[in-house]
């Protein structure tokens, strides 16, 4: 089947913009995770759901940044008022349920804040 | 503290020959899982392995292997008969249920393989 997919894959904004990402996991996966990837770094968690509840947001880097899952599938991340250390790529991945299974990744949006 | 160390920014590796990526971890969870997932320079994370902590044998698959050491907290991957296309940043990740139950992936930091023709 498909895998996880994102959009959009590219994103330049102005500083002060808020922006949208957003994430389409694979079918059947019940838990869905946000991380971020700074240049050249490891990943850093951002937040995670299991179906439309996030019971760990203590990743997200500030109250600028939230994040929302409905009908526990498609999720959206949305950064106010960006800042340039925003600046990274965004990756979903999903998987099977919380356990000690495979996350699966997206592709990432690289978001850019000029 | 970090949970996944990996020492070895940057490896290079001649066509045919094997190779070693470090991994150590910390935790105090029995129950968790090591991941390696290959990073290209296209960007998307693609699995590669994985071994449970419970597992009483190495993970393998096709040209990977894990060597597990658990005492020693060691997931260290091996890849055999190297090509051209493993150049990329390989990354290794835990899995562990975590404060919240999450089973969020904690990551090293990255070892960038570059194959030699």
């Known amino acids: 089947g498909a895998g996880v997919s994102q959009s959009p894959s590219n994103k330049v904004t102005e500083k002060g913009k808020d922006v949208e990402l957003r994430c389409d996991p694979i079918?059947?996966?019940?838990?869905l995770y946000w991380y971020r990837q700074s240049l050249g770094q490891g990943l850093e968690f951002l937040i995670y759901?299991?179906?439309?509840?996030?019971?760990?947001k203590s990743g997200l880097p500030s109250d600028r940044f939230s994040a929302e899952r409905t009908g526990g599938s498609v999720s959206t991340l949305t950064i106010q008022r960006t800042q340039q250390e925003d600046s990274a790529v965004y990756l979903c991945?999903?998987?099977f349920g919380t356990g000690l299974y495979e996350q699966y990744f997206g592709p990432g949006t690289r978001l850019t804040v000029t | 503290a970090q949970k996944i160390t990996q020492t070895q920014p940057g490896m290079f590796v001649q066509e045919k020959e094997a190779v070693t990526l470090d991994c150590t971890y910390d935790?105090?969870?029995?129950?968790?899982?090591l991941f390696w997932y290959k990073q290209p320079s296209s960007g998307e994370m693609i699995f590669l392995i994985y071994?449970?902590?419970?597992?009483?044998q190495n993970a393998t698959e096709g040209r990977y292997s894990l060597n597990f050491q658990k005492a020693r907290k060691s997931a260290n991957l091996v890849i055999s008969a190297s090509q051209l296309g493993d150049s990329a940043m390989y990354f290794c990740?835990?899995?562990?249920?975590?404060?919240?139950?999450?089973?969020?992936?904690?990551f090293g930091a990255g070892t960038t393989v570059t194959v030699r023709a």
């Open positions: 071994q449970g902590s419970y597992d009483q």
């Open positions: 935790t105090s969870d029995p129950s968790y899982g």
């Open positions: 079918s059947g996966h019940t838990a």
């Open positions: 990740a835990m899995r562990e249920a975590g404060l919240f139950n999450d089973y969020k992936l904690s």
């Open positions: 991945a999903s998987s």
């Open positions: 759901f299991q179906g439309n509840s996030a019971p760990d």
